[in-house]
Nanobody
Framework: VQLQASGGGLVQAGGSLLLSCAAS????????AAWFRQAPGKEREFVAA????????YYADSVKGRFTISRDSAKNTVTLQMNSLKLEDTAVYYC?????????????????WGQGTLVTVSS
């Protein structure tokens, strides 16, 4: 599976951004797709994930209620709608995929990674 992330940019605090991750080479159908982020000087952290076959979602507490992960099976794409962005959301965001039944939150569980896309939230 090859993953291609896009949609990062500069946004003011309180604003919104939409990140997209397109998969090629294999469909997501038996996978969990997720977003992680890594801020400067910090470890990569789990943001949100979706189980492709039934759409079950799981979020980190820090983004719950502000971010929404969704999938488009026809386009084999997963998106992350980010609203009410905060300064602390600034990071490089990565999409990832893993063959799993339960949703893993540990980065090392994911086998496939896209390149990062930078999200910068300004005051």
């Amino acid at each position: 599976v090859q993953l291609q992330a896009s949609g990062g940019g500069l946004v003011q605090a309180g604003g919104s951004l939409l990140l997209s991750c397109a998969a090629s080479g294999r469909t997501f159908s038996t996978y969990v797709a997720a977003w992680f982020r890594q801020a400067p000087g910090k470890e990569r952290e789990f943001v949100a994930a979706i189980r492709w076959n039934d759409g079950y979602t799981y979020y980190a507490d820090s983004v719950k209620g502000r971010f929404t992960i969704s999938r488009d099976s026809a386009k084999n794409t997963v998106t992350l709608q980010m609203n009410s962005l905060k300064l602390e959301d600034t990071a490089v965001y990565y999409c990832a995929a893993a063959r799993a039944i339960f949703i893993p939150t540990a980065a090392e569980t994911y086998n496939y990674w896209g390149q990062g896309t930078l999200v910068t939230v300004s005051s």
